[in-house]
């Protein structure tokens, strides 16, 4: 009933099926370099976990607390750096940044892969918005 979720680090939380997408495309242009393929906005692990509590209907049912990263130290002992943001400049440059927001892409993969899972309830709509 209580989830523990790291504030204190940023990432750009990526779903597989868009990084693919996106790859197609990639390859189809012929276009050569390195590239970042990244979900569009940012947040902390603990903005993921309140997106997903919040998408599943959950909000009255999970208590999610926010921690530093020191609270996980001694099972997750690896050093992480503060942020692991990333951005899609050169699909920019080339035109082809298929990526979509992070909270419209974990929406889209809850809805294909464990929608008998979510609560339905009209407040709860994927908010589409860039973080």
């Known amino acids: 009933k209580t989830l523990h979720a790291v504030d204190d680090k940023l990432g750009t939380p990526t779903y597989t099926h868009d990084f693919a997408m ?11 370099g390195t590239y970042h393929m990244v979900c569009e906005g940012s947040g902390s692990r603990y903005d993921v976990a309140k997106e997903l509590v919040r998408l599943c209907g ?7 607390v926010a921690v530093d ?4 130290k001694d099972v997750y002992f690896a050093p992480r750096p503060r942020s692991e943001m990333m951005i899609n400049a050169n699909l920019e440059k080339e035109g ?9 892409a974990l929406s889209d993969y809850l809805e294909k892969e ?3 899972l979510i609560r339905r309830d009209d407040s709860v709509k994927s908010t589409g918005t860039n973080s």
Do not use: G, P, Q, T
């Open 96 to 104: 082809i940044n298929l990526m979509r927001n992070w909270k419209v």
């Open 69 to 72: 990263s020191d609270f996980f």
């Open 114 to 116: 464990y929608s008998h």
């Open 22 to 32: 996106n790859l197609f495309k990639l390859l189809a242009v012929e276009a050569y």
């Open 58 to 64: 959950l909000e009255d049912e999970i208590e999610l």
